[in-house]
């Protein structure tokens, strides 16, 4: 009993030490110009990858793309990451991500997301609030294979569509669900 008590304790301090690391790391790391950087490169490996997803972007009013969130969890759990709102070509503002979590998790990874916003009153709500809890605001949808199987460029209506890429790790699925996303300066 004492051993199993030991491996899920180290287990907790080693997914605590990676989730701690991965946030000091990108809070010291992330200038305008590597977020910059890193969210093009990200966009760029979504739209090779799917071909929905830049079909979307053509129409899209603005893009928040969060090019690399770490997750971490044993029990409680929590993820954080940095990105920018695109319109057109032109970085408008910096953002995070936050979000924190309980249940039956263990494990750590990281991943990049792109929320496409399609319609003029989910970009002012972006803009106009102090942060916005995914869920909560304009209509969202976590495009997965399934939805993408049926979605068209011609058959969008929600205010807002996020696509997940780029998912390593050893944590089982990803959720976007109760995010904050909060506007931050660079």
Do not use: C
């Not at 990108?26 to 490996?45: G, I």
């Not at 997803?53 to 940095?82: C, H, M, Q």
């Amino acid at each position: 009993m004492s051993n199993i008590r030991g491996n899920v304790f180290a287990l907790m301090v080693a997914t605590l030490s990676i989730f701690s690391l991965g946030i000091m790391n990108m809070a010291n790391a992330a200038t305008a110009e590597d977020l910059d950087k890193d969210s093009r490169q990200a966009l760029q490996t979504l739209y090779k990858s799917n071909s929905l997803a830049k079909d979307i972007s053509r129409t899209a009013k603005a893009i928040l793309v969060f090019p690399n969130i770490v997750k971490a969890g044993l029990v409680f759990g929590g993820s954080y990451g940095e990105g920018e709102l695109i319109k057109g070509s032109t970085v408008v503002d910096y953002y995070n991500s936050v979000s924190g979590s309980w249940g039956l998790q263990a494990g750590a990874q990281s991943y990049g997301y792109a929320v496409f916003l399609m319609t003029d009153e989910a970009v002012q709500y972006i803009e106009k609030t102090d942060g916005w809890e995914i869920g909560v605001g304009p209509t969202i949808v976590v495009v997965d294979e399934g939805i993408a199987k049926n979605l068209s460029t011609s058959s969008l209506k929600e205010d807002a569509y996020a696509f997940i890429f780029s998912q390593q790790g050893l944590m089982a699925g990803v959720t976007i669900e109760g995010t904050k996303i909060t506007p931050i300066k660079r």
